[in-house]
């Protein structure tokens, strides 16, 4: 046997074992023929045999692409039909379950009273386990869909599939008062908490430690200011890529301080704990409690600034002539 027949041979042979057993040797003997005519085609019209039959054998491709044509199935995992449909489906999905399976499995832990450590390695490694089975069995149903479901030839596609227009994106006035206000007085409590007697007693009981002005009471009102110039700058401009990452940034700068200090148990001061008669079982439920908040409130921030920002991209702009 020739180089050439082996060259047509390994060829054949490559498109054809991919091809569905029932028409395999129809394909192989049509391709073989094909194969033959063209490559006397190029003899006829002076070109060497074994250089013809390369050139025909690169010009029909790769033989797995040749083969995909001849195939009863989809050639891919998930096809055009449903890629975006999944795609928007699992980014979705993976955007709020996994910080929320995430939080819940460091709560659990933080309240079981594990280490520092060992509440990272709950957020990090159950984040991580709730991704892959969120991207495994969120794929794996797309490729049984695009497997298995009935797709029409030619099905004619109707204007009841456009989708809605996304709502408006943009804070409103009100809402950027409300925010900022807010913040500023959270900010105005930090700073004046101690002046003022929120229980019964002859003099101001300060609620935070008089020990967190050296450092932690500055950086969480310098974050409070901060998140009220956010909301106004929300306002101007929307959820936009900066905006959303300095939300993400100041929801965090708030939310780690607060939680360190609340699981050392040096958030409350002294006194404050005296004049209540909170026991250590009341400060330790107590600091758990503001955790719980602090850790929900910081996840819902994120992801509301991940959501607003990602409508705000694929938001279409109005026309101006229609206003």
């Not at 094909?34 to 790769?62: F, K, M, W, Y």
């Not at 994106?169 to 930090?190: E, H, K, N, P, W």
């Not at 609620?207 to 500055?218: A, C, N, Y």
Request: net charge negative; charged share 15%.
């Amino acid at each position: 046997m020739s180089k050439n027949e082996q060259l047509t041979d390994r060829y054949v042979y490559a498109v054809s074992r991919d091809t569905p057993e029932a028409i395999r040797a129809d394909v192989a003997s049509e391709l073989r023929s094909t194969i033959a005519d063209t490559i006397e085609d190029h003899i006829a019209n002076g070109a060497d045999p074994a250089q013809a039959e390369r050139d025909v054998l690169l010009s029909l491709g790769s033989p797995t692409a040749f083969a995909v044509r001849y195939s009863d199935r989809p050639a891919f995992l998930i096809g055009p039909s449903y890629y975006l449909v999944w795609k928007r489906i699992l980014v979705t999905i993976l955007m709020w379950a996994v910080p929320t399976v995430a939080t819940i499995a460091a709560l659990v832990a933080g309240l079981s009273d594990e280490s520092t450590g060992d509440i990272i390695k709950a957020f990090v490694g159950n984040g991580l386990m709730a991704a892959m089975h969120i991207a495994f069995w969120t794929t794996l149903t797309f490729a049984i869909v695009e497997r298995f479901a009935a797709h029409t030839p030619g099905e004619a596609w109707t204007l009841d599939e456009l989708p809605l227009l996304p709502t408006e994106t943009a804070q409103s006035r009100g809402d950027a008062i409300s925010g900022a206000a807010f913040s500023l007085v959270m900010a105005a409590f930090l700073a004046l908490q101690s002046q003022f007697a929120w229980i019964r007693s002859s003099e101001p009981v300060p609620i935070l430690s008089i020990d967190l002005w050296s450092l932690w009471l500055p950086v969480l009102i310098a974050v409070c200011l901060g998140s009220a110039a956010l909301e106004i700058w929300k306002y101007r401009s929307g959820w936009s890529v900066g905006t959303t990452v300095s939300a993400i940034l100041l929801s965090l700068a708030f939310t780690i301080p607060v939680v360190y200090l609340a699981r050392t148990e040096q958030l409350l001061s002294d006194v404050f704990i005296d004049k209540v008669g909170m026991g250590p079982e009341g400060v330790t439920l107590t600091m758990n409690f503001i955790i719980v908040g602090a850790v929900a409130v910081s996840v819902w921030e994120i992801g509301e600034a991940i959501y607003g920002q990602r409508k705000q991209r694929h938001a279409v702009p109005s026309d101006p002539q229609s206003a």
